[in-house]
């Protein structure tokens, strides 16, 4: 019995850490995704830019990390995963908790220039609400942001 329990013990313990470093290696990815959309943006103009980021086999989108971009106002000017979404302002849009996730962006954006923002988001390969981490920079008059999923 007692064997039993340690080894339950361990199990979670694994278990425990292997999600904190698969979460973290998304949150590293989604970073250095942004950094190289920024990249991309400087080298390349928006225009270029824009259609490569919304491209679905593109150089920046990989499984469930895609980058996204806004302007300051938060009108959504480029989406790797929702082209829908592109021309329509996000400011005062809330998570399904009422968290103004874009807001805090913009805010974070204007501040700081990078940082980054969790919220509740539908994850794209599953359908379903997961806890996202985005990570975003502003570069110029624009905001470029990459998040990634706890779960």
């Known amino acids: ?58 150089q920046f989108r990989k499984g469930d990390l895609y980058i996204f971009v806004l302007d300051m106002k938060a009108d959504i000017l480029a989406h790797g995963a929702r082209h829908k979404m592109i021309g329509k302002g996000s400011l005062e849009w809330t998570d399904p908790e009422g968290k103004p996730f874009f807001k805090e962006i913009i805010e974070g954006a204007k501040v700081k220039e990078v940082g980054w923002v969790s919220y509740k988001w539908t994850k794209p390969s599953s359908k379903k609400l997961a806890e996202k981490t985005t990570y975003f920079q502003k570069v110029g008059d624009v905001v470029i942001c990459c998040g990634s999923y706890v779960n």
């Open 1 to 58: 019995m007692r064997k039993s329990a340690v080894f339950c013990l361990v199990c979670l313990f694994v278990l425990g850490v292997s999600a904190n470093l698969l979460a973290k290696t998304g949150s590293t990815e989604a970073k250095a995704m942004v950094e190289k959309a920024a990249a991309f943006l400087k080298a390349q103009g928006k225009e270029k830019a824009f259609a490569e980021f919304g491209n679905s086999q593109g």
